[in-house]
């Protein structure tokens, strides 16, 4: 399959500095229930750059979340894919290693589920998926670290499994429903250090990875739960649906930080910059003032699919079809020249 240079759209992607950016996306034209496809964008600010837009495509593989690595190949920097069902690509200038998460995925017979999220906490990079598994990467090679959370979401999904072989889905079908309902569903995962992790999930899940087990974090809303944004060990912030915005952390629990009556929008990523905090969906880039979510007119793109950044210099920001540096006053806009005109 070729696909030919045209219209994108961006679903993801982080910052790797302040003058460059990484994305993800799926062509307009690509069929995605036929063919899993990315298309991965690298926008690059730096004057020495041979040019400011480059791409590389990845076939076979739908990327859910976008990291960067300090020793990848040859032992440089390099950047990082996730897909749906658990490979990782790592590549630079030097060379690209592909890996595959064991047991993640729904191809492979020992498929627990699609993944959703990976990142880099200290030196090795995490990820989690739909059916409460965190994984974590040492020395190259991926290995699974839910502990007794994982082993309890083991006997549950085994317990399915003979539901469903025996034949008995229709009959057993409230039975099935209840063991699902006892299954995390992790989104995203993020930390501070190997030995201080968060994950957040569907109906309020927040758990803590405290190097040794996962305890679930008490928090003050029923909703669904997103971005994770830790500034220090006391200081971690949490989207979610329905207006929700926590502050809080392990030892504490979270709590609400936005009046409840301020919005109903579903919260999807969260960055404090510059002492102020922001926060993005499909309606567009909004700041926390008080206890009030307030939209920033100023923002220029339709949508907020990256809010990330590496420094209080720069805030990366992209639409579903072009890139936004923000230095605390200005908004520059870097189209992409697939996506001029849309």
């Not at 995490?126 to 994984?135: M, R, S, T």
């Not at 605390?328 to 992409?336: L, N």
Request: hydrophobic content about 35%; overall charge negative.
């Amino acid at each position: 399959m070729t696909i030919q240079l045209e219209p994108a759209l961006i679903s993801g992607g982080h910052a790797i500095s302040d003058t460059a950016l990484m994305l993800h996306a799926v062509p307009d034209k690509l069929n995605v229930e036929e063919y899993d496809f990315t298309r991965v964008f690298y926008l690059n600010l730096n004057p020495a750059a041979p040019k400011e837009w480059a791409h590389q495509d990845w076939l076979d593989a739908s990327v859910v979340s976008t990291c960067d690595i300090k020793n990848g190949p040859a032992g440089m920097p390099a950047g990082c894919e996730l897909s749906n069902h658990g490979l990782v690509k790592i590549h630079n200038s030097y060379g690209t290693e592909i890996e595959q998460i064991p047991g993640a995925g729904l191809i492979a017979d020992d498929g627990r589920g699609e993944l959703t999220c990976m990142r880099r906490i200290g030196k090795k990079l995490f990820a989690c998926g739909i059916n409460a598994q965190v994984y974590k990467r040492d020395e190259g090679r991926w290995h699974s670290i839910g502990g007794k959370m994982g082993e309890k979401v083991t006997t549950l999904l085994e317990r399915r499994s003979a539901i469903i072989k025996a034949g008995e889905y229709s009959t057993r079908s409230d039975e099935i429903s209840d063991i699902m309902d006892q299954i995390p569903y992790f989104i995203f995962i993020n930390g501070i250090a190997e030995d201080d992790i968060y994950v957040t999930g569907s109906r309020n899940t927040i758990y803590h990875f405290d190097g040794t087990e996962w305890e679930r974090v008490l928090s003050d809303t029923e909703a669904s739960l997103s971005d994770i944004h830790p500034i220090s060990k006391d200081e971690i912030y949490i989207t979610g649906f329905e207006g929700t915005l926590l502050k809080g952390n392990a030892k504490e629990g979270f709590r609400s930080i936005v009046d409840p009556l301020s919005s109903y929008l579903n919260f999807l990523f969260i960055r404090k910059f510059q002492d102020k905090v922001y926060v993005g969906n499909d309606d567009g880039l909004f700041q926390l003032q008080g206890d009030r979510i307030v939209k920033v007119d100023e923002y220029p793109g339709k949508q907020v699919r990256i809010l990330d950044s590496v420094s209080d210099n720069i805030l990366w920001l992209a639409c579903a079809r072009h890139a936004y540096r923000f230095d605390g006053i200005d908004f520059h806009v870097h189209e992409h020249p697939d996506n001029i005109g849309l």
